[in-house]
Structure formats: C-alpha cells, structure tokens
C-alpha cells in the first residue's frame, strides 16, 4: 500500500515507517519537525535502504496537504502528528486542541476529497482515565485527566461519528500503553525537544549524569513495592503492531479501538532496577512525593490486537532498557 504517515519523524512514527518499508509499503511521510528532527530521515534510509518520500509541511495547511494527495496515490494514512506533553496541555489547552483536533480535521477532509478511507490513528491508554480494573479491556469507562488526553478521547470519538456515516471509512484507534526503547541499530530513539518528563528518557539522563538524580513519584501506593505500575512496550513491537493494523482496516469496515500493550506490568523501581542490572549502570534516585494525576496500575487487556491482528508484543524490559541506553549512547 501507499501509506501517508503524519508525524513521521517522530519516536513512534519514525520507528514505524522502518516496520512499513519492512513489510514492503511505500511510504510518505509529512513531518513539520515540532518535536523531531531532519536527520531522521538518513537515519531511516540507513536502516532501510529506502528513503522515504517526505514533505515538510504542518498538518493544518491544508494547501499544503492536498499537494500530498494530488502528487501521491494513498491508500491509506496512519496519522501521528500531534502535540503530547501532559503538563503543557494544562497550561496551553487551546493550543493543543486547535493543534490536534484542527490538524485532524483538515486530514479527514483531504481523505474524504480524495476517496482514501482507511485509518489508523494514533491513541493512548491515557482514554481510560484510573482504571478501575487492570488489565484494562477496551470497553472500559473512557475519561482523561488532562487537555492532551481530551484531545485524544475527542478525536477517537470524531472518527467513531465518522466512520458511522461513511460505511466505507475503516478505522483502527490503537491505544498505545508506555512506548519505550529505540531502534536496536541505536540510530532511532525517543529525542525529545525540551525537558523530557516521561519515565523512561529521566533514567537515562539520572545514568548518564545529566541530572543529579531521578525523582521516583511516590512509594505509597497499593502495588508491590509502592511505586506505580504500567505496562511498558518496546516501540518496535508497537511499530509492529500498525503494520499488523494497517492489514486489517484493509479488509474492514467501521471503527475500533485496540489496546497495543505487553499485558504486563511493571513498577517504576522494577524498571529502574533492571536498567541498571541491564546495562551495568547506576542511576541515582530519590523517592520524593506522588504526581498528581498518576494512577496506581495500568496495563493492557492485549487479547483483541492478537484476536483481530494476530499481533503480539514479544520484546522483554531487558530489551526495553539495553536499546533506551543504546539510542541514548550513540547519540552521545
Ligand atoms: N515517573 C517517575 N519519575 C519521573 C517520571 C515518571 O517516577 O521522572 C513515574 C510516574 O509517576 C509513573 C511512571 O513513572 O508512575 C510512568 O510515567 P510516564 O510519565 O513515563 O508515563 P505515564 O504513564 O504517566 O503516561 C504515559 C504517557 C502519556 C500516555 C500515558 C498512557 O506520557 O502520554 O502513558 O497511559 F497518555
């Protein structure tokens, strides 16, 4: 298939277009570098020996976008792009939701103007809110704590509306649980602009010095050890599972939502204990006070992605934790 993938330099979608070109599609890509960067894009050849084709373009000009679909035939699009920083959605709300919900929207009239109806978006498992059961299936109570997550649950439900009126239109909405790791070449990796705050790119800053220490959000809570669970997933079996996705909205109608997750989970200490038995490092930490809005648990039902896909996730933390480091080494 010709699959247009937005946001394609990004962590997920870079790693992405090397499981596509992989499985032998065409890919282009469009990309206006907000959290990525152009070298992304040797690096993608480098592994792939395919370059794929790329346009530099924000996802709300729409003129800019139609050129995409005049000069490429689309088959399908896997649509990334987006703003995801929890903290900064609270402070700037009307720029996430002019972002993502306005990007979308212009995507979704270009799909409709050229006849492309498949769809996979790209959701989170921050639609569940706190769980109230773990592990969580996709009919689960669906809320969000912050504007990033509202951004997600609304674009989930306008595809749902969608997808309602137009019995051509397939779309899958993976919900993603906690992408981590990098390309095993160590090219790709998660390359935040700014200050990271997810867990895993603060354990490799605390190992390599750049912080004096990691902050352990809270060893209150009601699990093992005290420290919150999530289900960790290496981002090339994530990367995997849109390929697997992609297969299916070819041969589907209607919308539905899949959890891509391992269905196990691990503690924040469990994680940072096996990055430093893994890669033989230290990484000063210090448990300090709980971050609002975290849940104690969450992990994935991963049972429908395999039922409807045939697709599972078979990389360990072990994987996880040596590729994050290698990522983060090689690029010094
Ligand atoms: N944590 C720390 N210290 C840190 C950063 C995180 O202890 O410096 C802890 C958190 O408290 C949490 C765990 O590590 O218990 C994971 O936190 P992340 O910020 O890495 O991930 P979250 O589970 O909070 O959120 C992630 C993504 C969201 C997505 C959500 C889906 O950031 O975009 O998963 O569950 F929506």
């Known amino acids: 298939m010709n699959v247009l993938v937005s946001g394609g330099t990004g962590f997920i ?14 890919v282009i890509i469009f990309d206006n570098f907000y959290n990525s960067k152009r070298d992304v894009l040797d690096k993608i050849y ?23 679909f005049v000069e490429n035939d689309i088959d399908a699009v896997i649509h990334f792009a987006g703003y995801k920083a929890v903290y900064e959605s609270v402070e700037k709300p009307l720029m996430y939701y002019e972002n993502n919900l306005g990007g979308t929207f212009v995507l979704l009239r270009l799909m409709k103007e050229f006849g492309v109806s498949r769809l996979i978006f790209s959701s989170s498992a921050t639609v569940y809110g706190i769980p109230e059961h ?3 299936k996709e009919d689960a109570p669906l809320y969000c704590l912050n504007p990033y997550g509202r951004t997600k649950l609304m674009i989930e439900d306008i595809l749902r509306d969608v997808a309602a009126a137009d019995s051509s239109f397939s ?12 390309h095993p070449s160590g090219l790709l990796r998660e390359d935040p602009n700014g200050i990271p705050n997810n867990l895993m790119p603060r354990v490799i800053q605390a190992a390599k010095g750049q912080i004096p220490r990691l902050s352990v959000f809270g060893d209150d809570y009601d699990t093992r ?20 996705a992609l297969d299916y909205v070819a041969d589907s109608t ?14 924040v200490l469990e994680l940072i204990n096996t990055f430093m038995n893994v890669n033989h490092v ?19 039902d991963a049972a429908l992605a395999k ?19 290698r990522g983060a080494e090689a690029d010094g």
Not at 48 to 57: D, H, L
Not at 225 to 244: E, F, Q, S
């Open 46 to 68: 480098r592994i792939s020996g395919r370059r794929p084709v790329f346009y530099e373009c924000d996802m709300r000009d729409e003129d800019a976008l139609r050129r995409i």
């Open 282 to 300: 230290n990484v000063p930490y210090e448990i300090v006070g709980r971050r609002e809005g975290d849940s104690p648990s969450v992990y994935a």
């Open 225 to 244: 050890d005290g420290t919150c669970i999530r289900d960790y997933i290496h981002v090339v079996d994530l990367a995997k599972g849109h390929v697997a």
């Open 254 to 267: 209607g919308a539905v939502a899949v959890n891509l997750g391992t269905g196990n989970g691990y503690t």
């Open 171 to 182: 779309v899958v909405l993976l919900r993603y649980f906690n992408p981590v790791g990098a």
């Open 134 to 136: 773990c592990p969580v």
């Open 307 to 325: 039922e409807l896909f045939g697709w599972e996730a078979k990389l360990t933390l072990e994987d996880m934790v040596r590729d994050a480091l």
């Open 13 to 26: 979608g870079s790693h992405t277009v090397v499981e596509l070109m992989a499985g032998g599609h065409n």
